[in-house]
């Protein structure tokens, strides 16, 4: 009986211990269950009690957390808390394992927790690459994963810890018949040894903007009193005048002419001397008068400039929105899932919005130049007065009088010494000479009002992602503490797009190098359609011609093939190439010396304005909606990046005809929105420095975000408002008095009175 029950027991135990074993591999074999053991804290005191490296106050430490940890105190268990583990989403694309930078500091506040660790922490990004068998993860997926450990643990120790670890998870991948492999790459603390107080660019920086706060605030303060005093002595003028029965000065002047009127209502200071108007060029209260006033310009007839430019930088700014959430998310594979969506391809070919800006930049360079000459041949001529050409005083939609558009300054006295028409078909020496001098001083004048908010964006986007480099858990793709303060002198010569983009200090700002590039192709155009304009008209079309062919041949050379999901692809080659962008540029030249020449009064037939409107917004919805399968094969790819910026700006010419003659309609209004005037003064500024916005502030993120559309454009919306309150005072502070000084120092503002 006795042997009986004996076998019976051995029975129920073997059967048991099988069943176990088979159970246990079961569970074992799971490649989601092998995954979620990794970087597992529990495992360390087996390491810690075998051959290591660890220093000797490090692994005193780990010993006392890790006993903490499995006695289940709750200081260790916040310290394997705040240290990245298995995180969904791994087969859909995640890469960060990140824990919490912010709660491995914060368990160690003693003045709010009953129950802290016994030493300091800190908190450290370890970079792994890990590849699970042919399906789960078959090529190696790059990790980064966060690690809070004692202070006492430098990144060796932390890498140590981790390469022996990678032997017990290989251990159990191989008893369990599991293909996987599991490598640490580097470790690095964060934050790192960056500081940024020590920074000498930081102080050269401050002391600059120091500099002009107190120039600013003098200025305003100033400008308030000369306000103040102007305003008494019109109150009293105005006394003087009821008494006596006398209509005012102004009154008189608003009898004579309604635009004097409209002048005069805006005064509201005296005109100063040369270098009172030098301190007041940085006064708040007039530059931001002309930045944020909404009263239409007088000859309104381009205001739908204004919307078009406004928008282009809304699209620029969600398709790097996009590119943004992209990087940080946990759930990359959903980019695809975006990607696959229809609406998807107006991020995907949003490379024509800066197209826009070229065609604008190409319209309002022409229609100055012309203005400009006209009025210097009337003055010549000696047909009227200096001052009874109101035509020609007029600006062009704020763009001259704000000088706060992205490519055009105030030209009007720049061209005193632009050249009488000539009667003889060559150039003497003299005339040579003088449309050089013409070409250097546009030129100078315009660096001279673009450079300084350029180059103090250039300056804080270096000290920025310095920063953001020391003290993020991701590994931004951007290199610009590097690459600005290497190159950023290519920018100020505006010559960075013909560099490799690795090479790049802010690669948004390959725009500012081509449309520089441009405006010298145009002037040097213009200038010659002085005297010759078939040759300058022949000219124009070679170089767009030939802008064509270059960029078909370079197309086809790389084989490349368009896809919705690399839009930059080919950035080196040809995305970035002033030989592949010109045409919305030199389309924008004839649009604008068309309107000049019409005056903006052209009778369309209504069946032109039937087929025209149609016709542009079917070649708009083609560009950017056409790419119904997601690719274009070689031949077809060619002619979609050459001919489609060309047929861009042509869809963009008849909305500029059809609104500045009338034939706009309900389109007209909406771009021509007075309140989007001061929103499009600041397009210039947002551009430049959005990016920088949104780096700091994704980057500095202590974990990843979970890509949702809806989510992507409530942070679309954030990061526009923050870069236009970002441009306004970057344009305060140094576009707007750049603009003023010039039109000091070139003689503009002599005789004219300080207005709103």
Same mark, same amino acid.
């Given at each position: !009986?006795?042997?009986?029950? $004996?076998?019976?027991?051995?029975?129920?135990?073997?059967?048991?211990?099988?069943?176990?074993?088979?159970?246990?591999?079961?569970?074992?074999s799971?490649?989601?269950?092998?995954?979620?053991?990794?970087?597992?804290?529990h495992?360390?005191?087996?390491?810690?009690?075998g051959?290591?490296?660890?220093?000797?106050?490090?692994e005193s430490?780990?010993?006392?957390?890790?006993?903490?940890?499995?006695?289940? +105190?709750?200081?260790? +268990?916040?310290?394997?808390?705040?240290?990245?583990?298995? +995180?969904?989403?791994?087969?859909?694309?995640?890469?960060?394992?990140?824990?919490?930078?912010?709660?491995?500091?914060?368990?160690?506040?003693?003045?709010?927790?009953a129950?802290?660790?016994?030493?300091?922490?800190?908190?450290?990004?370890?970079?792994?690459?890990?590849?699970?068998?042919?399906?789960?993860?078959?090529?190696?997926?790059l990790?980064?994963?966060?690690?809070?450990?004692?202070?006492?643990?430098?990144?060796?120790?932390?890498?140590?810890?981790?390469?022996?670890?990678?032997?017990?998870?290989?251990?159990?991948a191989?008893?369990?018949?599991?293909?996987?492999?599991?490598?640490?790459?580097?470790?690095?603390p964060?934050?790192?040894?960056?500081?940024?107080?020590?920074?000498?660019?930081?102080?050269?920086?401050?002391?600059?903007?120091?500099?002009?706060?107190?120039?600013?605030?003098?200025?305003? #303060?100033?400008?308030?009193?000369?306000?103040r005093?102007?305003?008494?002595?019109?109150?009293?003028?105005?006394?003087?005048?009821?008494?006596?029965?006398?209509?005012?000065?102004?009154?008189?002047?608003?009898?004579?002419?309604?635009?004097?009127?409209?002048?005069?209502?805006?005064?509201?200071?005296?005109?100063?001397?040369?270098?009172?108007?030098?301190?007041?060029s940085?006064?708040?209260?007039?530059?931001?008068?002309?930045?944020?006033?909404?009263?239409?310009?007088?000859?309104?007839?381009?205001?739908?400039?204004h919307?078009?430019?406004?928008m282009?930088?809304?699209?620029?700014?969600?398709?790097?929105?996009?590119?943004?959430?992209f990087?940080?998310?946990?759930?990359?594979?959903?980019?695809?899932?975006?990607?696959?969506n229809?609406?998807?391809?107006s991020?995907?070919?949003?490379?024509?919005?800066?197209?826009?800006?070229?065609?604008?930049?190409?319209?309002l360079?022409?229609?100055?130049?012309?203005?400009?000459?006209?009025?210097?041949?009337?003055?010549?001529?000696?047909?009227?007065?200096?001052?009874?050409?109101?035509?020609?005083?007029?600006?062009?939609?704020?763009?001259?009088?704000?000088?706060?558009?992205?490519?055009?300054i105030?030209?009007?006295?720049?061209?005193?010494?632009?050249?009488?028409?000539?009667?003889?078909?060559?150039?003497?020496?003299?005339?040579?000479?003088?449309?050089?001098?013409?070409?250097?001083?546009?030129?100078?004048?315009?660096?001279?009002?673009?450079?300084?908010?350029?180059?103090?964006?250039?300056?804080?986007?270096e000290?920025v992602?310095?920063?953001?480099y020391?003290?993020?858990?991701?590994?931004?793709?951007?290199?610009?503490?590097?690459?600005?303060?290497?190159?950023?002198?290519?920018?100020v010569?505006?010559?960075?797009?013909?560099?490799?983009?690795?090479?790049?200090? $802010?690669?948004w700002?390959?725009?500012?190098?081509?449309?520089?590039?441009?405006?010298?192709?145009?002037?040097?155009?213009?200038?010659?359609?002085?005297?010759?304009?078939?040759?300058?008209?022949?000219?124009?079309?070679?170089?767009?011609?030939?802008?064509w062919?270059?960029?078909?041949?370079?197309?086809?050379?790389?084989?490349?093939?368009?896809? #919705?999901?690399?839009?930059?692809?080919?950035?080196?080659?040809?995305?970035?190439?002033?030989?592949?962008?010109?045409?919305?540029?030199?389309?924008?030249?004839?649009?604008?010396?068309?309107?000049?020449?019409?005056?903006?009064?052209?009778?369309?037939?209504y069946?032109?304005?039937?087929?025209?409107?149609?016709?542009?917004?079917?070649?708009?919805?083609?560009?950017?909606?056409?790419?119904?399968?997601?690719?274009?094969?070689?031949?077809?790819?060619?002619?979609?990046?050459?001919?489609?910026?060309?047929?861009?700006?042509?869809?963009?010419?008849?909305?500029?005809?059809?609104?500045?003659?009338?034939?706009?309609?309900?389109?007209?209004?909406?771009?021509?929105?007075?309140?989007?005037?001061?929103?499009?003064?600041?397009?210039?500024?947002?551009?430049?420095?959005?990016?920088?916005?949104?780096?700091?502030?994704s980057?500095?993120?202590?974990?990843?975000?979970?890509?949702?559309?809806?989510?992507?454009?409530?942070?679309?919306?954030?990061y526009?408002? !923050?870069?236009?309150?970002?441009?306004?005072?970057?344009?305060?502070?140094?576009?707007?008095?750049?603009?003023?000084?010039?039109?000091?120092?070139?003689?503009?503002?002599?005789?004219?009175?300080?207005?709103?």
């Amino acid at each position: !009986m006795f042997k009986t029950n $004996m076998f019976v027991v051995t029975l129920f135990v073997l059967v048991y211990v099988v069943c176990g074993k088979v159970n246990s591999t079961d569970v074992t074999s799971s490649r989601m269950a092998w995954m979620k053991g990794l970087l597992d804290h529990h495992d360390w005191m087996e390491i810690l009690d075998g051959n290591h490296t660890v220093p000797r106050e490090c692994e005193s430490d780990l010993r006392q957390y890790i006993t903490a940890l499995n006695e289940g +105190s709750l200081w260790a +268990s916040k310290i394997y808390d705040a240290s990245g583990q298995y +995180s969904p989403n791994i087969l859909f694309g995640n890469e960060y394992w990140m824990g919490s930078i912010n709660a491995c500091h914060d368990l160690q506040l003693k003045q709010y927790y009953a129950q802290t660790p016994p030493f300091p922490t800190t908190f450290h990004v370890a970079k792994i690459n890990l590849t699970v068998d042919r399906d789960h993860i078959p090529q190696a997926r790059l990790m980064l994963v966060g690690q809070c450990v004692p202070a006492a643990c430098n990144k060796d120790a932390v890498k140590a810890i981790l390469d022996a670890a990678e032997l017990i998870v290989s251990n159990r991948a191989a008893i369990a018949g599991i293909d996987a492999t599991f490598n640490t790459l580097y470790v690095r603390p964060v934050p790192g040894s960056y500081s940024l107080l020590s920074d000498p660019k930081l102080h050269i920086l401050g002391t600059a903007m120091l500099i002009v706060s107190i120039w600013m605030l003098a200025a305003s #303060i100033y400008e308030g009193y000369l306000e103040r005093r102007y305003q008494y002595k019109e109150q009293k003028d105005l006394e003087v005048a009821n008494n006596n029965h006398k209509p005012t000065p102004n009154t008189q002047q608003s009898t004579e002419s309604s635009e004097e009127d409209l002048r005069d209502r805006d005064i509201r200071r005296e005109p100063c001397g040369m270098w009172s108007e030098i301190l007041l060029s940085f006064s708040i209260l007039s530059n931001g008068r002309a930045i944020l006033g909404t009263q239409r310009p007088s000859d309104g007839a381009l205001t739908c400039l204004h919307g078009m430019r406004f928008m282009s930088v809304l699209w620029v700014i969600m398709v790097h929105t996009y590119l943004t959430i992209f990087f940080i998310a946990d759930n990359k594979t959903m980019r695809v899932v975006t990607e696959r969506n229809f609406l998807y391809q107006s991020v995907g070919n949003a490379s024509y919005c800066v197209d826009t800006f070229f065609f604008i930049s190409g319209l309002l360079v022409t229609v100055l130049f012309l203005r400009s000459e006209e009025k210097k041949a009337k003055r010549k001529n000696a047909k009227m007065p200096e001052r009874v050409d109101k035509e020609m005083n007029k600006n062009v939609n704020g763009y001259t009088n704000s000088a706060l558009s992205v490519s055009v300054i105030s030209q009007e006295s720049f061209y005193e010494d632009m050249l009488d028409k000539p009667t003889t078909k060559g150039y003497s020496k003299q005339e040579i000479v003088r449309m050089t001098r013409s070409f250097f001083v546009m030129f100078s004048y315009r660096v001279v009002r673009l450079t300084p908010a350029y180059a103090f964006v250039i300056g804080l986007n270096e000290l920025v992602l310095r920063y953001t480099y020391d003290h993020t858990v991701f590994e931004p793709a951007i290199f610009d503490h590097i690459t600005c303060a290497k190159y950023w002198w290519r920018n100020v010569l505006y010559i960075n797009n013909l560099f490799p983009q690795k090479d790049m200090c $802010m690669v948004w700002s390959w725009y500012m190098a081509n449309d520089t590039q441009f405006y010298v192709v145009g002037i040097i155009l213009l200038l010659i359609s002085v005297k010759h304009m078939r040759l300058a008209m022949v000219t124009l079309i070679l170089v767009m011609v030939s802008s064509w062919a270059t960029t078909i041949y370079v197309s086809v050379w790389h084989q490349y093939k368009a896809r #919705i999901q690399e839009p930059f692809e080919m950035f080196d080659p040809l995305y970035d190439k002033p030989w592949s962008r010109i045409g919305p540029y030199l389309v924008g030249m004839m649009v604008g010396w068309y309107l000049y020449k019409t005056r903006c009064q052209i009778r369309i037939p209504y069946w032109v304005v039937a087929i025209g409107w149609p016709a542009s917004l079917v070649i708009i919805t083609s560009l950017i909606f056409g790419m119904v399968d997601g690719y274009f094969e070689v031949w077809p790819t060619a002619f979609y990046v050459s001919i489609g910026h060309t047929a861009w700006a042509v869809a963009l010419a008849w909305i500029a005809i059809a609104c500045c003659c009338g034939y706009g309609g309900l389109i007209n209004s909406a771009l021509s929105y007075r309140g989007l005037l001061p929103l499009s003064r600041l397009t210039y500024c947002a551009y430049l420095v959005h990016p920088t916005i949104m780096m700091y502030t994704s980057f500095l993120l202590d974990g990843p975000l979970h890509l949702q559309n809806s989510m992507v454009l409530v942070i679309y919306a954030g990061y526009a408002v !923050m870069a236009f309150l970002a441009s306004f005072a970057i344009s305060l502070a140094f576009e707007a008095p750049a603009v003023r000084l010039i039109k000091i120092f070139s003689g503009g503002n002599k005789g004219q009175k300080s207005t709103k």
